[in-house]
T-cell receptor, first 121, second 112 residues
Framework: DAGVIQSPRHEVTEMGQEVTLRCKPI?????LFWYRQTMMRGLELLIY????????DSGMPEDRFSAKMPNASFSTLKIQPSEPRDSAVYFC???????????????????FGAGSRLTVL | DAKTTQPPSMDCAEGRAANLPCNHS???????VYWYRQIHSQGPQYIIH???NNETNEMASLIITEDRKSSTLILPHATLRDTAVYYC?????????????FGTGTKLQVIP
């Protein structure tokens, strides 16, 4: 199991450019989350999907941000146009339910990727 | 989900037990307590979770008070690699709702 895979690990771009961040969740996980982390605001939930369907995008800061999950093994977070205040580390996470004695326990664990560090100049 | 309160920072001597408290006085009966940690520049990592019984795994122990209004994460023999931000999260049993939000956590500094 390679874990949650994110790309690129680092991205430096100029203001106004389009940025696309990619995520491959762990196979079999049916929830996918996008988080953003900055020093000022900490770890913020942007959007999450269940079975490829967006469930809650209330954390998406504005219309410049969009996320898609075309299939169970791939998701993108796009920023267009990018601005310097979008500079942050973006994390993708996927979730699996935990079993207890072979039955769903009701608990879930998030596994995070290594993150994509975005710098917008 | 119930709100949690954690001290912003703590120090612990290497080799000693690190005891990280979390207050979740508004927790409801069907909510789990989860702990994650984030080592500098890495993604958060799951540590342990519990409902009402104390739990132990290879990483840590979780002690939940009888009234479930607070809990303590115990790292029995802290090492320098345990220096990280530790997040306590309370959320309900899985169903249709999976939103997981992180607070500010406790920054644990393990001192040589």
């Amino acid at each position: 199991d390679a874990g949650v895979i994110q790309s690129p690990r680092h991205e430096v771009t100029e203001m106004g450019q389009e940025v696309t961040l990619r995520c491959k969740p762990i196979s079999g996980h049916d929830y996918l989350f996008w988080y953003r982390q900055t020093m000022m605001r900490g770890l913020e939930l942007l959007i999450y999907f269940n079975n490829n369907v967006p469930i809650d995008d209330s954390g998406m800061p504005e219309d410049r941000f969009s996320a898609k999950m075309p299939n169970a093994s791939f998701s993108t977070l796009k920023i267009q146009p990018s601005e310097p205040r979008d500079s942050a580390v973006y994390f993708c996470a996927s979730s699996r339910p935990l079993l207890s004695l072979g039955y769903p326990s009701g608990a879930n664990v998030l596994t995070f990727g290594a993150g994509s560090r975005l710098t917008v100049l | 989900d119930a709100k949690t309160t954690q001290p912003p920072s703590m120090d612990c001597a290497e080799g000693r037990a690190a005891n990280l408290p979390c207050n979740h006085s508004t927790i409801s009966g069907n909510e789990y307590v989860y702990w994650y940690r984030q080592i500098h520049s890495q993604g958060p990592q799951y540590i342990i979770h519990g409902l009402k019984n104390n739990e132990t795994n290879e990483m840590a122990s979780l002690i939940i008070t009888e009234d479930r209004k607070s809990s303590t994460l115990i790292l029995p023999h802290a090492t320098l690699r345990d220096t990280a931000v530790y997040y306590c999260i309370v959320r309900g049993r899985s169903g249709g709702y999976q939103k997981v939000t992180f607070g500010t956590g406790t920054k644990l500094q393990v001192i040589p």
